[in-house]
């Protein structure tokens, strides 16, 4: 057992060791089972919420995914996010000739045959995605967009030793430090709050010596909040909207609008054409959305169609209708998900797959129809003053 690899705290009356790891190596995995047969703890934390802890006892739920309801909850960038960060962690795996996740599921294997109580640690990771999402604007939701789709390069050297240099606190900080350089909000949420719900489950985990199985770099977050009295509720939903931000939902769609009925009020046929320019404008702007993504022509049609109108409601979106077209005329097979982790590490193969596509489709129609909003407003002012 490689003891710098554990950190071990008093916490009053309860001994804490934090097992830092890297998810895709084999020696995270063997210490792992070295540090529960030496130490034998009465209870293990592992960094997993319930829904990827099924995940991992169930492998084949992919298969269950309905597209439409993920479509239909908002969740398609959450999905796409999840699946380009699982390929990611997949293909460093295979080129170590290890297994993803290995060191979570020795410890929930060590945790059965020991009858040991096993803590899902870990924030629902729907909840951090939505965070995340929730707290950028549309420019920088594509900044993210097109930073998780050129990951295929990223890992192209890494090597064992550099997967073992990673459980370095200090090298896994400076890393992480890039990150919030380019997405200050994506290392707050993914991170830092996440350091906060970590230890606060962690110290309350039962018994007097408690194991926790972490990815290293959450160590020193989780070592500088764990004595700390932290109230998690907050962090563990997504923040509701305020009246002010509810009621600025409806401030574009009722400017757009006025700015139509003033057209028509002073001159019918500027009226027409302020009509037939926004139409054009903003259903071409999602159209190509949709076409960039390679869907299908009728998707393409629904979202130049349903673009204009959608933009006079805060609760429609063009990517939705289109992601749903997408969905019913490239419907995806079992092999689709059979192979999303793979087809996921390149935009190619995410336009490859057809369940990545639809995903794909409702994001990137949604954010064209967005710039589409502004650049056809902006040409409904200047047909007012022509």
């Known amino acids: 057992m490689n003891e710098s690899h554990v950190t071990r705290l008093k916490i009053n009356d309860k001994e804490i060791l934090l097992l830092g790891t890297a998810h895709v190596s084999k020696e995270s995995a063997e210490e792992v089972r070295e540090v529960i047969e030496n130490e034998k703890p009465d209870s293990i934390c592992i ?33 796409l996010a999840n699946l380009i960060l699982s390929s990611y962690q997949k293909r460093m795996a295979e080129k170590l000739d290890s297994e993803v996740g290995k060191e979570m599921s020795t410890a929930m294997q060590m945790a059965e045959e020991n009858s040991i109580p096993l803590i899902l640690a870990d924030r629902n990771i729907q909840t951090t995605f939505r965070r995340i999402w929730a707290k ?24 064992a030793e550099d997967i073992e240099a990673l459980k370095n606190a200090d090298a896994l900080e400076a890393a992480l430090s890039e990150i919030s350089k380019e997405f200050p909000i994506v290392y707050e949420v993914l991170v830092q709050e996440r350091n906060q719900v ?82 054009i404008v903003k259903g071409c702007f999602a ?11 009728l998707s393409i049609l629904t979202a ?16 939705f209708f289109a992601g749903i077209v997408e969905a019913h005329f490239h419907k995806p097979k079992v092999s689709d998900f059979n192979s999303l982790t ?26 064209f129809s967005s710039i589409g909003t502004f650049v056809g407003g902006i040409d409904l002012i200047k047909n007012l003053f022509h």
């Open 287 to 297: 159209a190509a959305g949709a076409a960039i993504c390679l869907a299908h022509p």
């Open 198 to 279: 970590l230890a606060h489950n962690i110290k309350n985990a039962p018994g007097p010596k408690v194991l926790a199985v972490l990815g290293a770099a959450h160590v020193p977050g989780i070592v500088e909040e764990i004595e700390k009295d932290t109230d998690i509720t907050e962090l563990e939903n997504v923040p509701e909207k305020s009246n002010a931000s509810k009621a600025r939902k409806w401030i574009l769609p009722a400017i757009i609008v006025s700015l139509l009925v003033i057209s028509f009020v002073r001159n019918f046929q500027t009226g027409v054409d302020s009509l037939k320019s926004w139409v």
């Open 304 to 319: 130049f169609v349903t673009a204009p109108f959608t933009a006079f409601s805060p609760f429609l979106a063009a990517g």
């Open 47 to 79: 960094e997993l919420d319930a829904q990827r802890y099924e995940s991992m006892k169930n492998p084949k739920k992919w298969e269950d995914t309905d597209l439409v309801e993920v479509i239909r909850k908002k969740q398609a960038f959450l999905l």
């Open 136 to 159: 950028h604007s549309p420019k920088e939701k594509a900044k993210i967009i097109l930073a998780l789709t050129q990951t295929e390069d990223a890992e192209e050297e890494i090597t």
């Open 342 to 367: 793979e087809d996921a590490s390149s935009f190619k193969g995410i336009i490859k797959n057809r369940v990545s596509r639809v995903l794909l489709v409702v994001i990137v129609t949604n954010l």
